[in-house]
């Protein structure tokens, strides 16, 4: 795999298929697992990072699931590269900032990632369209076997898997889900469900993850706690609170279609108009407007439109990937111009 193949490529996770996927984008699990006897990323010295990352080579080969995976040393990767990777969730902010002794693994379908030397010395995670945990966990568990059947991990017998952040040790994994919830942003119920969810010890993060806003009307939703639960319970809790969301979502959308119709459909059409127009845009703004646009093409209110294109639309759109489209560098000015003259030419055609 060649990093600029990516952008002619769709995820597996943005296709919009899948169990609720009028809602739910997609959904995550990672697992975060270190070698014993080694120090954390963060402690380790030049010559410990190289050893994690042997290491980590090593056994990564050896799993039938990675048997065709990419892998690459992010010192091998220019900054477009890296956050060509971020905006396609396929690695943290974190992971990108210092290059030095850390690489990443990723399948072709991108499914599956593991960065090697982020806050663990392997960060694993497997992405899949629409509510589908259980899939995912089944994908990862296996992974993780395969894995731990060629080195150990660090792990205590009370404890469970030693990890860098204490909120991970126990299972060492973070399940979370992807939501579009611009209905109940629109009639500002948001903060309602999000104090809620809060108060269940989960936590909630933007379009982008830790450190980063809502924006768009998606909700990143993922257990808070890993020490003293099973894998299956930590997924068990979390599908319950997000079909609650969904429900509350679903219940919001077909109230406002009822009692306020006509200033639904003029914000879906006033958006797909500006979409289709437009000939600078901002990353902001577009990202609210393929909101609404996606609520349309959900709705029904707005045919001829495929929802993983609109997905791909927010991906393709972000600063990394038109750089990368128009192969240079381009100035946020530029970036503009481009942007609304992509969407333009993917919506071209359709008949809105």
Known sequence: MNIDDLVNHISEW???????SDIVISSRIRLARNFPNIPFPHWADKEQEKIIVEK????????????????????????????????????????????????????????????INEEDHLRIQVMK???????????????????????AFAFSRELGFLTACPTNTGTGMRASIMLHLPVLVMTRQINRVLDAIAKLSFTTRGLYGEGTQASGNFFQISNQVSLGQKEEEIIDNLEGVISQVIDQEKTARDRLMVKNRSMLEDRIWRASGT?????????QETVELLSMLRLGQDLGVINNLERQLINELFILTQPAHLQKIEKKKLTPQERDVKRAELIREKLTNKKL
């Open 56 to 115: 980590a080579k090593a056994i990564i080969s050896q799993a039938p699931q990675l048997k065709d995976a990419s892998f690459f040393m992010l010192s091998d990767l220019d900054n477009l590269d890296k956050q060509l990777l971020v905006e396609r969730h396929l690695m943290s902010h974190e992971h990108a900032m210092r290059s030095n002794g850390k690489a990443i693994c990723l399948t072709d379908n991108e499914v599956i990632s593991i960065m």
């Open 275 to 283: 979409l289709m127009n437009a000939h600078i845009i901002t990353s």
């Open 129 to 151: 369209s629409g509510f589908d945990l259980d899939d995912a966990w089944q994908i990862i568990n296996k992974l993780d076997d395969d894995l731990s059947a060629k080195s």
């Open 14 to 20: 943005l296709r919009g298929t899948g169990a609720n």
